[in-house]
């Protein structure tokens, strides 16, 4: 999704604009803009594309010195990416130039009104709509921010601004409302950004805004001001993001330094949950009565949170002895929902800004349900809405492709899982304790799958030319096999599909034939196995090239299957946590392969701020 990044000092603007912006692309974008205001004048750079194209704008234009400018990225909602719609956007009287991350909703009558007043629009974006409204605005306001905060009232929807005034060369405007917007206080001059990245090395101290709050920035510091223009003080917090996190260490991609990042997780999230043989979680605020009482759980997600849900489902249902119902948050939001007391609600969202998540989440609370949220932003929007929180201490994730926050997720859907049979005494003590000494063990497992990717590559040279793709599974790895699939279509752009393997003959068999590769991921130790074994052999006798994940070290795997991917041993509900890792593996190496850009592949947002 778009990204926005201000500075106001004495230092290269337009490279610290550059440098943020380059921090905020795992977000997603199609093309990139800077305002630039120098002795009073705007210099505007746009290009479509990777933020290298508006490098080249940049190193055409070398002479410019300026010590206050906006910059963005956009992903296109409202027009295609062109110079046209790129921001920043600009006033008619050329004196009030923006950035925005948001849509704003009513943004068509809002144009109808200003266009009847006279005006005019060059672009087909909500965010010209905004930047000319501001410019009425001034006719009547007393200052600049006052016009601001008089346009934002007639806003609906959701916006992080950066606005500049030829009149005020000393302000930069920083206003939110339903999107993340941070500013702050370095050495050289004040800073405003859509993520805590674009700030890293220029800021010491920054602070969240909060909805409809404006800072007022200036080469000396910030003013923090209320929508009635009341002056307040906002407590700043250090900047902590190591240099660590924002860099490779080492690895090709963000992808492979992140999934190898995985067993650490794990480790650090049994050590923070499980203590002395029990599962405590402080901050889940059910008491053992409520949690007795539950009659539901709904769990709310999109994309590969959503396939985490659907673990999460199938665990605490096996254990806690609890109806669970998974919905994709866009579904959720536009259904009538019986009445029913004693619901818990889990949001479910890395990023914690995902706009249809927040949305159903609002909805649930409005119902009454207990919100709780999972995310891996303890500082994101999503938090605000919960009444219970559960961290994922994943670490900043910039690969657009989710791998360890997925991690992170099934982890703490085991440990949440264990935590309300814990409570509700549906288990026996010693299943129980048998669970969390195989948990105990996964990190270790996970780092011999890591140790070790030759085959996982040498299947990906096999099979990268490969035009579709279909995963299948039974029970627990349904999941599995839908995220392996999510994976590899979204970086790879092969067409991959994911089944319960039960249904390959209920129609997607017709597709299969000697250029269809069917992966599989089949663990011993349950009906499933034998069951999928059997599937295998349906997809083998229509000639399709077979690939199996799994633990199994039986020998005649080696004559159905084509390629076996080997993971260690794990009981089966907790081997969606390890077979995954071949997956992710899979999917990048093919990807690479195919010299996709894995990191930040096409059409893609890291956050998808919208509906
Ligand atoms: C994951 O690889 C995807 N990029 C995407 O499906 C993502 O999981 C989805 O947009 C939800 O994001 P969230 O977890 O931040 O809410």
């Known amino acids: 999704m778009c990204g926005v990044v201000g500075f106001i000092g004495s230092e290269n603007t337009a490279e610290i604009l550059f440098n943020g912006l380059k921090t905020l692309e795992y977000r997603g974008y199609d093309s990139a803009g800077l305002a630039l205001c120098q002795n009073n004048s705007f210099h505007i750079l746009k290009a479509v594309g990777k933020l290298e194209n508006l490098l080249r704008e940049m190193q055409k234009n070398t002479s410019l010195d300026a010590t206050m400018g906006i910059g963005h990225i956009r992903w296109a909602t409202h027009g295609a990416p062109s110079l046209a719609n790129a921001h920043p956007h600009i006033s008619n009287d050329g004196k009030t130039v923006l950035v925005h991350n948001g849509i704003i909703e009513n943004y068509k009558e809002l144009k109808a009104d200003l266009s009847a007043k006279g005006y005019r629009f060059s672009s087909d974006t909500d965010t010209e709509v905004a930047v000319v409204q501001i410019e009425d605005e001034l006719k009547s306001a007393a200052s600049f921010p006052q016009a601001v905060r008089q346009a934002m009232q007639k806003f609906r929807g959701a916006f992080a601004f950066l606005i500049m005034n030829k009149d005020n060369p000393q302000m930069l405007v920083a206003a939110k409302r339903n999107a993340p917007l941070l500013v702050g206080r370095g050495e050289k001059g004040m800073m405003a950004a859509s993520d805590v990245p674009a700030l890293a090395g220029h800021v010491s101290k920054f602070a969240y805004l909060d909805d409809d709050e404006l800072a007022l920035l200036s080469p000396q510091g910030m003013v923090f001001q209320n929508a009635q223009g009341s002056v307040?003080?906002?407590?700043?917090?250090?900047?902590?993001?190591?240099?660590?996190?924002?860099?490779?260490?080492?690895?090709?991609?963000?992808?492979?330094?992140?999934?190898?990042?995985?067993?650490?997780?794990?480790?650090?999230?049994?050590?923070?949950?499980?203590?002395?043989?029990?599962?405590?979680?402080?901050?889940?605020?059910?008491?053992?009565?409520?949690?007795?009482?539950?009659?539901?759980?709904?769990?709310?997600?999109?994309?590969?949170?959503?396939?985490?849900?659907?673990?999460?489902?199938?665990?605490?249902?096996?254990?806690?002895?609890?109806?669970?119902?998974?919905?994709?948050?866009?579904?959720?939001?536009?259904?009538?929902?019986?009445?029913?007391?004693?619901?818990?609600?889990?949001?479910?969202?890395?990023?914690?800004?995902?706009?249809?998540?927040?949305?159903?989440?609002?909805?649930?609370?409005?119902?009454?349900?207990?919100?709780?949220?999972?995310?891996?932003?303890?500082?994101?929007?999503?938090?605000?809405?919960?009444?219970?929180?559960?961290?994922?201490?994943?670490?900043?994730?910039?690969?657009?492709?989710?791998?360890?926050?997925?991690?992170?997720?099934?982890?703490?859907?085991?440990?949440?899982?264990?935590?309300?049979?814990?409570?509700?005494?549906?288990?026996?003590?010693?299943?129980?304790?048998?669970?969390?000494?195989?948990?105990?063990?996964?990190?270790?497992?996970?780092?011999?799958?890591?140790?070790?990717?030759?085959?996982?590559?040498?299947?990906?040279?096999?099979?990268?030319?490969?035009?579709?793709?279909?995963?299948?599974?039974?029970?627990?790895?349904?999941?599995?096999?839908?995220e392996g699939a999510l994976k590899l279509k979204e970086i790879s752009y092969i067409n991959a599909n994911a089944y319960p393997a039960g249904e390959l003959k209920h129609g997607p068999i017709a597709l299969l034939d000697e250029k269809m590769p069917v992966l599989s991921v089949l663990m011993p130790g349950s009906p499933n196995y034998d069951k999928l074994l059997s599937n295998s052999q349906e997809a083998k006798a229509r000639h399709a090239r077979l690939i199996a994940v799994t633990s199994a070290r039986d020998k005649n795997l080696k004559s159905l299957f084509d390629d076996v991917l080997q993971v260690p041993e794990v009981p089966e509900i907790l081997s969606p946590l390890t077979a995954n890792i071949p997956l992710q593996l899979l999917a990048y190496f093919m990807a690479n392969k195919l010299g996709r850009d894995v990191d930040k592949p096409r059409n893609l947002a890291k956050s998808v701020t919208v509906e």
Do not use: W
């Not at 859907?413 to 026996?428: D, G, P, S």
């Open 232 to 482: 307040f003080t906002k407590p700043l917090q250090v900047l902590s993001l190591s240099q660590e996190a924002l860099s490779k260490n080492g690895f090709d991609h963000f992808m492979l330094k992140e999934i190898n990042e995985q067993p650490a997780i794990v480790r650090s999230l049994l050590q923070r949950f499980l203590v002395q043989g029990k599962i405590v979680m402080p901050s889940f605020n059910l008491s053992a009565q409520e949690i007795e009482n539950l009659t539901k759980i709904e769990i709310v997600a999109c994309g590969t949170s959503l396939h985490a849900a659907t673990v999460g489902k199938y665990v605490i249902e096996e254990l806690a002895d609890i109806p669970v119902e998974v919905e994709a948050a866009s579904e959720y939001i536009y259904r009538k929902h019986p009445k029913n007391n004693n619901i818990l609600l889990i949001g479910v969202s890395q990023s914690g800004e995902t706009a249809d998540t927040i949305s159903a989440v609002k909805l649930a609370k409005q119902r009454g349900a207990h919100v709780l949220v999972l995310t891996n932003r303890e500082d994101s929007s999503l938090v605000r809405f919960a009444d219970s929180v559960l961290g994922l201490n994943a670490g900043l994730e910039i690969s657009v492709a989710a791998t360890k926050s997925y991690t992170a997720q099934l982890m703490m859907f085991y440990l949440l899982a264990l935590y309300l049979t814990q409570e509700r005494k549906t288990q026996q003590h010693d299943v129980l304790q048998k669970l969390q000494k195989n948990l105990m063990a996964v990190p270790v497992q996970m780092e011999e799958i890591l140790a070790d990717t030759k085959s996982v590559q040498r299947c990906a040279e096999k099979y990268a030319k490969a035009q579709d793709f279909i995963y299948v599974s039974r029970g627990v790895n349904v999941a599995t096999a839908l």
